[in-house]
């Protein structure tokens, strides 16, 4: 008979393979459940809402929402994987919250470029931007660009932090002549220089 506290042999191999086991499968599931790429992450259809009749739309733009790029990124995408759609002449309303706990962020629409700028640039639509771009918003504070969508054309969603927007954290803009309704649409990310 075992003394009180100490398994026989055969019954500590028994625990030591299901801690093992367990461990095992922990680990797993920690691997397949790692950081999510812009090409795993889903779009929250609650960031968009929009008024057909009053031609208003209103997006959540979160500045480091995830881990993606050392968390420079918009709603968990980088370098243009994400496209918000506009129709011209519609009342834009870009709520913006940096979610990232450590960096300072900021947000301004700007013209497509390359090479992307490492500083900010002036906007390429008025009052499209954030207060503090260069910088940037410190974690959990907000602000609200408000803009007339126009005119049609692509432009870039960028952080206006030294270095963030030029290291991928920029999605795209599109204002549209053709668009109904405004839409937020995965694209390819952008080709890396």
Not at 1 to 24: D, F, H, N, Q
Not at 34 to 44: E, F, I, L, Y
Not at 77 to 99: K, S
Not at 137 to 146: F, G, H, Q, V, Y
Request: contains cysteine; glycine residues 10%.
């Amino acid at each position: 008979m075992p003394r009180l506290g100490i398994a026989p042999p055969a019954e500590k191999w028994r625990r030591s393979t299901r801690v093992g086991r367990a461990a095992m499968v922990g680990l797993v599931t920690l691997l397949l459940a790692g950081p999510a790429s812009a090409q795993q992450q889903r779009v929250d259809p609650t960031w968009l809402s929009f008024n057909t009749a009053a031609k208003t739309v209103r997006f959540q733009l979160i500045a480091g929402l995830t881990g993606l790029n050392g968390a420079l990124n918009f709603n968990g995408f980088r370098d243009g994987a994400l496209t918000l759609v506009v129709p011209v002449g519609w009342q834009t309303e870009i709520d913006f919250r940096n979610h990232d706990g450590m960096l300072p962020h900021s947000a301004q629409v700007i013209a497509p470029q390359t090479p992307l700028p490492t500083q900010p640039v002036g906007p390429a639509i008025p009052r499209a931007f954030t207060f503090k771009l260069v910088e940037g918003l410190p974690s959990e504070a907000t602000d609200i660009m408000r803009f007339a969508a126009q005119p049609t054309g692509e432009y870039l969603i960028f952080c206006g932090v030294p270095g963030h927007g030029a290291a991928g954290m920029w999605i795209r803009l599109e204002v549209s002549a053709t668009a109904k309704t405004p839409a937020l649409l995965l694209t390819p990310p952008a080709a890396s220089s």
